[in-house]
Nanobody, 130 residues
Framework: QVQLVESGGGSVQPGGSLRLSCAASGYIGSRYLMGWFRQSPGKEREGVAGIDSVGRTSYADSVKDRFTISKDAAKNTTLYLQMNNLRPEDTATYYC???????????????????????WGKGTLVTISS
């Protein structure tokens, strides 16, 4: 059984930065597709960034060139999301998720990508406000 625990959320001003972390326990290894999703009140959950089992990454258009997804290179047990130049519209609860390793990173940011994921964290709140 895989467990995912997010951390690093908080409140920052527009233009600021945050780094989210997701600690994975149980058997995860490098075989899983991993990604970050987010959900704002009244909106559907959307895929933000994904990284597949060979390290390829994909991003939603709204976060390209601002967010960077990465994994701990040594153990593949920690997932990160570096978020720069944050905007008020980035305010959301951010979730870490893991899915089957044969999916590509684009699955995370594709429509309905959340349905491909098997395991979810409980989320961490990010608030961007002046």
């Amino acid at each position: 059984q895989v467990q995912l625990v997010e951390s690093g959320g908080g409140s920052v001003q527009p233009g600021g930065s945050l780094r989210l972390s997701c600690a994975a326990s149980g058997y995860i290894g490098s075989r899983y597709l991993m990604g970050w999703f987010r959900q704002s009140p009244g909106k559907e959950r959307e895929g933000v960034a994904g990284i597949d089992s060979v390290g390829r990454t994909s991003y939603a258009d709204s976060v390209k060139d601002r967010f960077t997804i990465s994994k701990d290179a040594a153990k593949n047990t920690t997932l990160y999301l570096q978020m720069n130049n944050l905007r008020p519209e980035d305010t959301a609860t951010y979730y870490c998720a893991a899915g089957p390793g044969d999916w590509t990173s684009g699955t995370v940011v594709a429509p309905n990508g959340e349905y491909a994921m098997d395991y979810w964290g409980k989320g961490t709140l990010v608030t961007i406000s002046s």
